[in-house]
């Protein structure tokens, strides 16, 4: 059975084969205080994250034995509330959205300075309070609930399996229902208020996270009240008030 992490060092699974990055990332890390276990292939990254508990994986694309992207979903699946951020030399915007879609919560390209990684680590952390420190009730909007302190979404009554970060970009919708957005907002209450690189993120994460609401309520066995995320063009995102919505009118493009 996984035992939790010890919460007052955040565990750190490096996955990359190049020796020279690979002792960079391990010697920068451990040096500012974080716990780290360097694995140079995906099987034994995934053997390592099976078998240790981990708070963060720092994972390579280009692996000897399997693609990054593979291990990200695996990851993902298995462990989803795990911070997976992607450190890769590949920098075209298809690969990016791939690996923001596989599960990641971050992409990095290489070269990059550990000073940049670190503050990315710090404002993904400081987004991951301690269960005790969560005391927001339920949030309720029609049939869909977002329960922050037990990280839960349900729909009706039944829990929909939600990616880190489309729960969180469910909950702060879900705080301000019926208040327009921005995408500037979002990105720094989900991301990082210091993002500087693409905001596709944004728009890869959301459409996901209406997918799987469109697909949970299309399996309700009754017409639900759920919100609609309406986007608004040029400026961001709003989660509307409940309307009643058949299952056959799913759009997952509003």
Known sequence: MRVPATPEVTHVLIVEDDNTIGRHLDAGLRGHGYHTTWCRTGANALAE????????????????????????????????????????????????????????????????????????LRAHLRRRP???????????????????S??????????????PKEFELLAVLSRQAGTAVSREALMAQVWDENWFGSTKTLDVTLASLRRRLGEAADAAPRPLDLPAITTLRGHGYRLESATPRQASQADPDR
């Open 150 to 163: 037990a990280r839960r979404c349900l729909v009706a009554n039944d829990e929909v399996t939600l990616r």
């Open 49 to 120: 994250a099976r078998a240790t508990p981990q708070n963060v994986v720092l994972l390579d694309l280009g692996l000897p034995d399997v693609d990054g992207i593979d291990i990200a979903r695996t990851l993902r699946a298995e462990l989803p509330d795990l911070l997976i951020v992607i450190l890769t030399a590949r920098s075209d915007e298809i690969d990016i959205v791939a690996g923001l879609d596989a599960g990641a919560d971050d992409y990095l390209v290489k070269p990059f300075t550990l000073t940049v990684l670190l503050a990315r």
């Open 130 to 148: 301690p269960a005790s420190r969560r005391e927001e009730g339920p949030i309720h909007i029609g049939d869909l609930t977002v329960d922050t």
